[in-house]
């Protein structure tokens, strides 16, 4: 089944927990979401909130919450309304200067990080008081784009951001409202406050993607070298495997299990 026109293209997508449901932008400001209805794909919902073409969405398995950005420089996080069968918008203003990149949730589903242009990664946390969605700024080191971020499985005050900059680094978003237990730093051996790199990786062309394993344990990100870096640490230092091929480079990464990774 086509969920868009071979001319339009689709931007980003993001499937729902059960995998029954698809979020897609087909190239433009909207997002259109798609229920399987066997034998085909039916859309049941049309979001057109932003201005600007939508360059990521992610919807967290954790609390059924969809979040986009735009290259209008804001995010939206999206709430399901049972009553009325609709999607309530929720403006999330990011203080960047220029287009957003990427957007992911934390596996909790408590914050999200969006990458930009601005050469800086906001972090998003909810604010229950004032009913609205605040962000707070990672920019330490990051000299270019902010292509790329995933946090970390287990532990979601670790984020690994990759970008046009050549490095992927590794920060961390501990945030007290809602990382009410204190700093945890694990794999690493010393707690780093908000914003702070625990370490940072080399690699010989912009860094197009990052993903963590099931567990947390190892790190891949790849490079538009046509290179794939696999990493894991060891008393807290970054121990880097790279694989280097001869075709074009991997624009995202998945893994399917813990010794598994595909590249596309």
Sequence with gaps: HSLASPIEGITCHAWNADKSMIAVCPNNNEIHIYKCKSPKWERIHVLGEHDLLITGIDWSAANNKIVSCSHDRNAFVWTYQQETDTWKPALVILRIDRAAIQVKWSSDGLKFAVTSSAKCVPICTYESANDWWVSKTVRKKIKSTAMCCAFHPTNTQLLAVGSSDFKCRIFSTFTSDVDVNGVNCAPFN????????????????????????PSGNTLCYCGHDSSIHMVNFVNGAPVIQTIRYNVLPCMALLFTSENCVLGA
């Design 190 to 213: 010393s707690p780093l406050e908000f914003g702070e790199v625990y370490c940072e990786m080399a690699c010989m062309g912009w860094v197009n993607a990052v993903a963590w394993s």
